[in-house]
């Protein structure tokens, strides 16, 4: 089974700094690879597919990069509304599996 | 605009059996895969199962396969999951989800179903 791990667990943050979050593939997943939000007490929501493309809706300031087995979400300045858990995701092949998620909290 | 309205969830004891629906509407459902997520309280997220557009082709996780069966009929443009033989460790809140047009990330997601397998 293809194991992502994401990095940090918990990113501490000032409003207005930028955030940068990891996800490791432990093989290549081209770029098959989405990025999720989620907040307390709501339903995760699609942020990022193919590893860099933002979903309808997502604001400018989230980006994501890498190919491979190597990806980035940037939040360029972190907004109130911003603070949440983060998952990725790779659907490169079955089974579909998720990092353990890094929550962004207010610093 | 996309909705998945979930159903089904409670509290079943250890062995029992569960199924859970999905209403979908604001999209062309049979031309769309759909899948299961599951959620367990306070933890991250785990891909539970997929279904072709069809319905012909269904993928599982390891730890579901041969208890739990997902189907959908695209007549009623609802998505099911018949759980059997439950176990206290599928526990979890269950969303059903749009997959992405011919790749299988999490376009939109239901408000969730909570599945509680307890004696």
């Known amino acids: 089974e293809l194991v992502m791990t994401q990095s940090p667990a918990t990113l501490s943050v000032s409003p207005g700094e930028r955030a940068t979050l990891s996800c490791r593939a432990s093989?290549?997943?081209?770029?098959?690879l989405a990025w999720y939000q989620q907040k307390p007490g709501q339903t995760p929501r699609l942020l990022i597919y193919?590893?860099?493309t933002r979903a309808t809706g997502i604001p400018a300031r989230f980006s994501g990069s890498g190919s491979g087995t190597d990806f980035t979400l940037t939040i360029s300045s972190l907004q109130s509304e911003d603070f949440a858990v983060y998952y990725c995701q790779h659907y490169n092949r079955w089974p579909l599996t998720f990092g353990g998620g890094t929550k962004v909290e207010t610093k | 605009e996309v909705q998945l309205l979930e159903s089904g969830g409670g509290l079943i004891q250890p062995g029992g059996s569960l199924r859970l629906s999905c209403a979908a509407s604001?999209?062309?459902?049979?031309?769309?895969?759909m899948s299961w997520v599951r959620q367990t309280p306070g933890e991250g997220l785990e891909w539970v199962s997929t279904?072709?557009?069809?319905?012909?082709?269904?993928f599982y996780t390891d730890s579901v396969k041969g208890r739990f069966t997902i189907s959908r009929d695209n007549s009623k443009n609802t998505l099911y999951l018949q759980m059997n033989s439950l176990r206290a460790e599928d526990t979890a809140v269950y969303y059903c989800?749009?997959?992405?047009?011919?790749?299988?990330?999490?376009?939109?997601w239901g408000q969730g179903t909570l599945v509680t397998v307890s004696s």
């Open positions: 989800a749009k997959d992405g047009y011919n790749f299988n990330y999490f376009h939109y």
């Open positions: 279904i072709s557009e069809g319905g012909d082709t269904t």
């Open positions: 604001g999209f062309t459902f049979s031309s769309s895969a």
């Open positions: 093989q290549s997943v081209s770029s098959n």
């Open positions: 193919g590893a860099s």
